[in-house]
């Protein structure tokens, strides 16, 4: 009977051993499950870390390229601000050299007109006190000394008859 007794316990005490040993397995299990899901999560995380490492790379390199052709199209711009500052000189200075020569062209003229009028002047008294023989000789003189119309006076020429 003692021994039965002492079966029994021992019985008793691996079937508590064994209960405690099933939770202890069982936790175990899910202490498992939960480690291979944070290992799964983590392998996922560090795939999509990957992932925008790559495309943090990627926009990096296009930004890189964005900022060289910046710089070439700006380099670009001051090229050609500088060019139209240049032909803006250019034209100024062409401007008044057009300007000088245009004023230049108007003194002449009234010049022209001036020495015109002056041998109209001459040919007139020429024409007053000389006899006949000047008198056809001056007229000759005149035809050919009228100013004709038109935008420029033509230059004075004279024919002489011998």
Known sequence: ETEVEQLQRLLAGMEKDHR???ARMESGQAELERLREAEGERVAQQERSSQLE???AGLREKIHHLDDMLKSQQRKVRQMIEQLQNSKSVIQAKDAAIQ???ERVSYLEAENLE???RIEH???KQVSRGG???RARSK???VSSKR???PKPLPLIRVVET
Do not use: Q, R, T
């Open 122 to 124: 001459l040919i007139e």
């Open 20 to 22: 405690d040993l099933l």
């Open 148 to 150: 004709l119309p038109g």
């Open 100 to 102: 000088e020569l245009k």
């Open 132 to 134: 006949s023989s000047a």
């Open 140 to 142: 000759s003189e005149y």
């Open 54 to 56: 790559k495309e943090v």
């Open 115 to 117: 020495m015109h009028d």
